[in-house]
């Protein structure tokens, strides 16, 4: 399951984390996030021990959102340690957002 994380606890579990991480900027009201939870729900289980996968909601933690230029919803990015490896803007395919997480555990 993706793990919800908010301004006081992003730097231990994205930054200190020791896999690379995948982030859902989400909002409640925003449709496409909800189309979007189930995909981000199946990689949660499919990388269990191999990598993270966490959800900020932007309205409670705006200022994450801003550090990342977080301008609309759904933006996914994915860390390893600070690094940003990869982001994507909008509505993505399962494809698109495991071989950005495979390509963080390879590099």
């Known amino acids: 399951m993706a793990k919800l994380v908010t301004t006081e606890n992003f730097a231990a579990e994205v930054y200190e984390a020791d ?6 900027f989400y909002a409640d009201w925003c449709g496409p996030c909800k189309a979007m939870g189930p995909v981000v729900e ?8 191999k990598a993270k996968v966490c959800k900020v ?4 933690s705006q200022d994450i959102a801003v550090e990342y230029g977080v301008m609309s919803i759904p933006t996914f990015i994915v860390f390893k340690g600070r690094a940003v490896k990869a982001k994507f803007v909008g509505m993505q395919d399962k494809k698109t957002l495991a071989g950005a997480v495979d390509g963080a555990l390879q590099g």
């Open 19 to 24: 896999v690379p991480v995948l982030v859902d």
């Open 42 to 49: 199946a990689l949660a289980g499919e990388y269990e021990g």
């Open 57 to 60: 909601n932007v309205d409670e």
